[in-house]
Structure formats: structure tokens, C-alpha cells
């Protein structure tokens, strides 16, 4: 018996890497569903190797044939019947709404989409208990720690260590970092990954998202959840338990592990998509401290995080706002945080009872940051 | 409900280690016996610390009071109602029989003791399957990868991975390993321990018997165990599972995690044993290949494991006897593992079918091992 899949976003990074996962993983599951945002081409060659019975295109240009359109396409391909999986490699806040269709359906979110549990992470614990659904992550800190902790009870667990490369700046003197350019920022050590995500792996911005994750999915407490820097990303995470044991996760940097494992969690099938880890070719291995003090993106994310309520929306929010205003070259590297900093500290903080109430927040950080670079 | 705990070789490295452990665990385990060989002083200390209701002394010099004396103590306190875990601790072939005793009685054995596994694999696993009980490994080695197998099954395992600390020798040039002296032989750099395993760790015998042990403990063919050289002790050891993850365990340097764990495995309890790992403290970590060919005796005891029958006896008793005569001063360090290969290719391999074959096999590579020396 095969498992039905839907992928949400499947021409982005982590659509693509799920499709040659997948196409290896034939007799385990088939693809039911695949949605797109706009690129209607890759879709096209997508659909013609898979065969999925459900097509959606968020953005069509031009012509989508027999496709479902529009943003509704999400919740659709998530609610499915022949869908037992929803990989929601959706990026931004829509990929919200369809983790909380799969929930309250019972089906399991192998989740990539970071505006699921940042924004929402109480709805998403609310719709799993209503529905039965469960999450399992996609991303490779989170898919590590779960692999760490396995089937064992959460009690046992005592910290969690999220490990971060560092970004670019990981060894910039301070005073450089200010002015830091976008070319700078791009140029990520170990990941290759797309432009949003690389500038948040530069100011940390994204181990911030990495906590608050973490903290909803393990429901851990902000402080039992710790950052190290480890610039080459070859420990993927680690758990420390309550006898003092470490258990790791390692390997080279591919996302191929994490998603698979997202899929068939908690059992392993055979798969040859990660590169074998040879430890001798990847030594040494070395951990350093986070700077704190020089990547205030992190400490401002975990502040959000600890408030809750609409707070990490905001955080969110202005973070992706103010990334963008850097990717277009109108405020520098350390305005970023600035810009972060000011929307939560001018925006009343509200409670998250309600999509509607994130979204609100959601606009208001979006529109603060706009205001705020334009005056 | 506690557990009744007997600890045979209580005044041993690993035995008082194991006090130290449970003094902080009495509300789990009590201790119900305790055998020692020839310490009298410090069981007597122990006695009046933990009350058990079973004490003996393998061999008494002067009063032994109303303990229980001779060889025979071992099997006898292995043996009883109320005792629920064995931790068999015990040096040498002696320990066989307790471990078997105790798995046919359904107990679990929280094994220390190499000869166990070295020379009764196979008897054991029968013992296992006759009385329902079970081994739960103690060396920190095999105590990691059960960490990070925990309870998936074994087909999801592809390899395993011992680390090694590579000895006082690691980076020693293969001229200067022959005439390497006893004093520099027992610098080791990690691990404090005894002479005799001191000098096995800097031959890598300890990593062949390893590797064998983990081939019975694990079920995993010689063909998927390697070994790796990690000169900073801190991961305990990897396992690679069939996705191509690796999961590793870490942690400080200290045999009080193992000992704990192989008690409340699959659980995990709070205790404050181990000192705290700090990732940033211990780094860098590195990884080097094993020197085959300077370090004999790993391949050669590997080689054994892989022939099977009483072979492996025979390294491990040619291996203890040619420590020995290192340890008196009788052969260079370099001579240790010509003493081994000669009793391999001399001593034909029987089968290892019972107690008594095996302890043919081990008489005769020690007198193999005492004749070329005295020649």
C-alpha cells in the first residue's frame, strides 16, 4: 500500500529535492497532489513524470490548463481523501491555512513552511488535538533533533542544542558588519539555499525561527533550547537527556535526509540520497559561542518567542519585510535588526487566538518597516 | 518497586563506579549482592554503605566472616530471586559463567566483563534465548550505538561505528612502536583505567574485542563495523542507519552514563553523573584513520571474530597473556601481537560449542604465549 502525498510549493528547493526523493521511493508513495506558485513550466514536467490527480498553480501566467488556481489551491490539495501526507513547502504565511486543513483532517505535515509554527504554533497545537494530525519537520535542526529523541518520552529530554553554521559574518569584526553588503550575505558557507533564507542564516534572524520552532514542536521551554555555532554544519543538532547523555545527529549538509525522514518518521527505509559521512574527510569538527551582542536578530526572535501571542508573527513579519528591503538595496545589513526591534517595540502585543488576529499582526510589522525605511 | 542489583567485581574500577551511581539511585534499584576478588577492606566498607543480602569473596586472605567464599560466589549471587539486573564486572574468563547463569534465569546482564562476548558469543546468545534474558552493554563504546539504535530495528541499521581513542601511540612513528616502553604505554591520554586495558587501548586490542562484542551484541556482520580513531574521546560512537543518517552519542569522558544507562535502558532517569558537555569547551573534535598496519592486533583480532569457533579465545588469551608478560618486562611492546599471531596460526580452530571447549582453546594460547616467551 502506498501513502498519498501532497506537496505544497513542488518546483521551490525543498519541492524539487521532495521529487527526487520521492521518484526513488516509488513502492512506499505515490503522489497525489502538487501545487506551485507561478512556475507553470516546471509544474508542467512535474505533472508529466508523477501523473499526481490533483494540480494547483497559485499564480498562473497565462494558461493552466485543467490545473486548480488561485490560492484556495492549498487547502484543497492538503484536505484531499487519497492525501495522507502534506509536505508544505509553501513559502510565507498562506502555508498556514493548509497545515491546519491536514491537522484537523488527520493527516500527518511534514512541514518546511516556518509562518506554520511561528506564527500560529498554538492554532497548530489546537487543530492536531481536534483532527488527530500530527507535524513532523522538515528542516534538518528539527528533523535531527527528532531523529535524537526518537520514540522516547519528552520527559527524558533536558536541553535541546540547535547548532547554527554562522552565516557569512560568522568571524566579522562588528564594526564591519553594519555595512555588510548583499553579495556579502549570499555567500553562505555550507547550505546553498534561496536569497530569504541565506540573508536569515547571516543575521541569525533564522535560528531565531529555528527556537520558537522548536519550542512548539518538542514543547520544550525557551530555556532548555540552546544555539552553538557550528560552521560546518556537519552536526545537524543535538538532545541532551536527563542522565546527561548527548545524542547527535550528523552527516553531510543535504536536505534529502530530512525530508525523506519527514515521510517515513519514525521508521528508516533504505535511500541513497545523502552523500555517506565520512568523519576522517569532514575533521575537525569545531563549536563556537554565538555573539549574541553582534547578531541581535537572535536574541530579539527568542524575546518574541518567550512573549507568545502575535509577537513572533511580528517578529516574523518585519524580519521578512526588512530582508526584502535590504535584498533591494534600501537599508543596510544592521538595519535589519533595527527594523525588527522597532516594530516590536511599537506594536501592541495581541493575543494569537485567531488567524485573522496573526494576520492583522502580520500586516502591521509588514507596514511598519515600509513606513519606517521610507521616512 | 526497586530492583534488586548484584554487582560481581564490586571493588573493581567499573564495580565502584556503579556504587557511586546507585548511591544517588536508591529509588529505583537496592543493591542485593555484591562479589569482589580479593578486596576485602573496601567490600567490607561497601557492605556497611549498602547492606546487601548476598556477599562473596572470590578469594578470601584471612576471615571472610559470613560472606560467602570461593570462585563459585559469582554464579551463586548471578543466580538469585532477588536479584533483577547483574552488573558482571568481573576480569576475566570467570565471568562467562555468571553471565550465562543470569540469562537463563530470565535476569538482565549489564555487562563489563569482555570474556563474556569474546569467547561465549555464541553460547550466550543461546543462554539468552533458553532463559529470556538479556545483555545491556557497559563499555561506553557499545553503550553508544545501543543509545543511538535505541529501539528501532536492527534492519534499519547499515553500519557501525566504533571510535577509538587511538592510545598514548596514535601519532607515534612505526619504527618507534617496537621498543615503546611499559611507562609510555600507560600514559593514556583520555580514559583513566587499568594496566592491562590501558596497554590493550594503546595495541588497539581493545577495539578488535569491541568489535567483536558488537558484532554479538548487535546482530551486525563484521563486513559493517568500523573503526575510527578520535583522539578527544567525546563521541562515544556512531551508528549509520539505511537513509544514510548517522546518529552519534557524546559526552564527557565517564564511565558512570554507561553504567547508569545499562540499568534503566530503554529509560532514561535523572541523574548528575556525567559532567556537563559543552560542545564549545570540547572542540575541535577530530576523526583520523585507523594505522592498520602499525597496530596489528586490531586486524588480527578482527580476523578471529570473523573465523568464529574458539578462535576469538584464542586471541583474547593470547592477547592477556602476552600484556602480561609486556607488563613484567619480558617482551617489547611490539612483541604483544607476534605473540598473538603466532598462537592464531598454531593453535587449531575448534568450535565453541561449550564452556569446556572454550576454556581448552584459552589454556592453550596462554601456554602457547608462556613457551615462546620463555624460549
Sequence with gaps: MTRGVAILGSTGSIGTTALRVLARQRERFRISALTAHSNAALLEEQVAQFHPAYVGLVRPNGGAGAWRTGPEC????????????????????????????????????????????????????????????????????????????????????????????????????????????????????????????????????????????????????????DVVVHPQSVVHSFVEFVDGSVIAQMGMPSMELPVLYALTHPERVHDAGVPPYDPVEMSPLTFERVRWDDFPALRLGIKAGR????????????NEEAVAQFLDGRITFGGIARAIEGAMRSLTNRSADSLEALRAADCAARTYVKEMVAC
Excluded at 555595512?179 to 547550505?191: F, I, M
Excluded at 512573549?307 to 518585519?318: E, Q, S
Design 74 to 225: 492549498l487547502v484543497e490539495a492538503a484536505s484531499r481523501k487519497d492525501v495522507d501526507v502534506v509536505l508544505n513547502a509553501v513559502v510565507g504565511a498562506a502555508g498556514l491555512d493548509a497545515t491546519l486543513a491536514a491537522l484537523e483532517r488527520g493527516k500527518r505535515v511534514a512541514l518546511a513552511n516556518k509562518e506554520t509554527l511561528v506564527m500560529g504554533g498554538e492554532l497548530v497545537s489546537q487543530a492536531s488535538a481536534r483532527g488527530g494530525g500530527e507535524i513532523v519537520p522538515v528542516d534538518s535542526e528539527h528533523s535531527a533533533i527528532l531523529q535524537c529523541i526518537g520514540s522516547r518520552p519528552r520527559s527524558e529530554v533536558r536541553r535541546l542544542v540547535i547548532t547554527a553554521s554562522g552565516g557569512p559574518f560568522r568571524d566579522w569584526p562588528r564594526e564591519k558588519l553594519e555595512t555588510a553588503t548583499l553579495a556579502d550575505a549570499l555567500r553562505h558557507p555550507t547550505w546553498r539555499m534561496g536569497r530569504k533564507i541565506t540573508v536569515d542564516s547571516a543575521t541569525l534572524a533564522n535560528k531565531a525561527l529555528e527556537v520558537i520552532e522548536a519550542h512548539y514542536l518538542f514543547g520544550i521551554s525557551y530555556d532548555r533550547i
Design 307 to 318: 512573549a507568545g501571542g502575535a509577537l513572533p508573527a511580528v517578529f516574523n513579519a518585519a
